[in-house]
């Protein structure tokens, strides 16, 4: 699935699952752009590892600063195939407990972020006629999950949005998919006890957590020309923990 002569923005590209994708996509020859919130050397680390990518620093939760993401992005490189949105936060507790802050800055990061930038390549992707627009929802946004009250609402909003905009920009050869990890190994599942994530391990079919690489292969397909008759998909890569 080449990818030559494109451009692709990740959000949330200097770790995890975003790394990969960078890599991913630039191994298929697409030019890249890392943004992220503020870990210079993991950015920096990204960009080593790929063929052609620079790192922009942009907080996806700032209106303002996405619109210099995307200034900047096109300013580098004068278009913009792919989208994907992967940056993202957790902030768990229990509703009782939860601070309005945290719930607040959850969706912030994980909805909000995810429409400014949306907003801002589906803008160019119209005027191009092309477009792929990927966006990182969770199994927790399909199912919730006690104690992510506030992720949960924040990954489910990503996939109403996913399928909004899938149908809105149909007719103009834009794609809009969403992908559903499970438990995916990286810092964001690092920090969880080690008795949460082995009663998870349990709810896997497959037994094992997956890995970030995995992810990126099912984001590869919805950011190919290969996959130009699905839009509005969410596609779940769980090792049938959802099933
Ligand atoms: P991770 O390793 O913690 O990496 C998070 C990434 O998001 C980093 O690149 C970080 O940048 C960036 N980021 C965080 N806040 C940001 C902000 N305000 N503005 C811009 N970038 C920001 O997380 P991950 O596990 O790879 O998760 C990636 C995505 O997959 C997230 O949307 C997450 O919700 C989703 N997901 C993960 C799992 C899992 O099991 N890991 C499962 C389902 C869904 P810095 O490096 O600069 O901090």
Redesign the pocket.
């Known amino acids: 699935m080449r990818l030559d002569g494109q451009v692709a923005v990740v ?10 994708v960078a890599k991913k996509l630039s191994a298929e020859g697409a030019k890249v752009v890392i ?6 050397e ?2 920096k680390k990204t960009a080593e590892e790929c063929r052609d990518a620079v790192c922009v ?6 209106e303002a ?1 996405v619109e210099k993401l995307f200034e900047e992005a096109m300013k580098i490189n004068g278009r913009i195939d792919i989208l994907v ?6 902030k768990d507790n229990l509703v009782l407990r939860m601070s309005s802050e945290d719930f607040d800055r959850v969706m ?3 909805l909000y ?1 995810s429409f400014y930038c949306s907003r801002c390549a589906s803008k160019i992707m119209l005027k191009q006629r092309y477009g792929r627009i990927i ?7 399909l199912r919730g999950n006690a104690g992510q009250a506030n ?1 949960a609402a ?2 489910a909003g990503v996939i109403g949005m996913t399928k909004s905009m899938a149908k809105e920009l149909a007719k103009r050869n834009i794609t809009v998919n969403a ?12 920090v969880l006890p080690e008795n949460i994530k082995d009663e998870m391990l349990k709810t896997i079919p497959m037994g094992r ?2 890995k ?1 690489e995995e ?1 990126a292969e099912a984001i590869l397909f919805f950011a190919s020309k290969e996959s130009s008759y699905v839009t509005g998909q969410v596609l779940a890569v769980d090792g049938g923990m959802a099933v």
């Open positions: 959000t949330g590209g200097s770790r995890g699952i975003g790394r990969e943004a992220y919130a503020g870990n210079d993991a950015a620093k942009a907080d996806v939760s700032d600063a949105n992967c940056a993202g936060i957790t912030k990061v994980n972020g966006s990182v929802s969770s199994i927790v946004g992720y924040s990954k992908i559903a990890p499970g438990m995916i190994e990286t810092d964001m599942t690092a957590p997956g970030a992810v």
